[in-house]
């Protein structure tokens, strides 16, 4: 009887114990470091699609933030807006540049103007031709990077100019119209 209680009292006390015990803390993994560019330039030769005369040549340098895409963009319709995005795909091959899929939209956001609060990775502010058809293109894409293979990196990616100016409003593209230019994002250094 006495081996008896000690093994009650015994199983008791492990029981307590048991129940007033924390489970053991499990470890916690770092947070992942911020994406940051490794490239320190590409280029983007854009080349005609859908049967336009749209060409142009872009070079792209990280900056603080993000990526800043300078260039020279001909062939765009005299005095008017093209929507000019980053696209999923770097891949320009098909006739109308659809190979190069939907806007660059890392995050799942909603397709809107870059600098509001919902909007895609991809993009960007219209472009607007001169009298000439020429678009000088001075942009600093935010929220981006160039090299490193990161979610939000866009070497590898494809740049597309539409035929129409870009809504900022409709889902999923801003009814920009056909892809008449394409480029594949390419480091060179």
């Known amino acids: 009887m006495r081996q008896s209680l000690y093994l009650i009292t015994a199983a008791g006390t492990l ?63 005299r005095g008017q807006q093209a929507a000019f995005h980053v696209h999923e795909k770097g ?17 799942t956001q909603a397709h809107g103007r870059a600098g509001t609060a919902a909007h895609h990775a991809g993009d960007m502010d219209n472009l607007m031709a001169n009298a000439e058809g020429v678009a000088n293109v001075d942009v600093h894409l935010r929220g981006v990077t160039l090299g490193g293979g990161a979610a939000n990196d866009v070497a590898g990616r494809a740049l597309v100019v539409h035929a129409a100016a870009d809504d900022y409003r409709s889902q999923p593209a801003g009814n920009a119209g056909a892809r008449v230019a394409c480029a594949v994002i390419r480091v060179v250094r």
């Open 15 to 77: 029981l307590l114990a048991a129940c007033g015990s924390r489970p053991p803390a499990k470890p916690t993994a770092p947070p992942p470091s911020p994406a940051v560019s490794t490239a320190r330039m590409a280029e983007a030769n854009l080349s005609p699609a859908s049967a336009s005369l749209v060409s142009g040549r872009l070079a792209l340098v990280p900056e603080a933030g993000g990526v800043h895409i300078t260039g020279v963009i001909g062939g765009l319709p």
């Open 91 to 107: 891949d320009c091959s098909a006739v109308d540049a659809s190979s190069a899929g939907g806007h660059f939209n890392p995050t």
